[in-house]
């Protein structure tokens, strides 16, 4: 089992800037793709960003390419989500989820364990 804890939500104004973290615990996560997968309210879960445990590919969704960067630190068996130029369409909860699989998880039916997300508002 994977325990899945996120932190770093909060309000911020639209431009500006959050570092969400994902810290996982039960087990080393070193061999585990690690998406993050967002859900703003009455919409469903959304893919946003995921990192593969071979050579740290990325992958992201079209609406936050080149404002948000994934990132992991496999000795510290936590991964990062820097989120910049923040709109208010990302408001949202933010859930951290990890995936069996040496491949790039682009959909939320591919993972297999889940955090119990952190809001992320941004103010207009």
């Known amino acids: 089992q994977v325990q899945l804890v996120e932190s770093g939500g909060g309000l911020v104004q639209a431009g500006g800037s959050l570092r969400l973290s994902c810290a996982a615990s039960?087990?080393?996560?070193?061999?585990?793709?690690m998406g993050w997968v967002r859900q703003a309210p009455g919409k469903e879960r959304e893919f946003v960003a995921t990192?593969?445990?071979?050579?740290?590919?990325?992958y992201y969704a079209n609406s936050v390419k080149g404002r948000f960067t994934i990132s992991r630190d496999n000795a510290k068996n936590t991964v990062y989500l820097q989120m910049n130029s923040l709109k208010p369409e990302d408001t949202a909860v933010y859930y951290c989820?990890?995936?069996?699989?040496?491949?790039?998880?682009?959909?939320?039916?591919?993972?297999?364990?889940w955090g119990q997300g952190t809001q992320v508002t941004v103010s207009s």
């Open positions: 989820a990890a995936a069996r699989t040496s491949l790039v998880p682009t959909s939320k039916g591919e993972y297999d364990y």
């Open positions: 039960g087990r080393t996560v070193g061999t585990y793709a």
């Open positions: 990192i593969s445990w071979i050579a740290s590919r990325t």
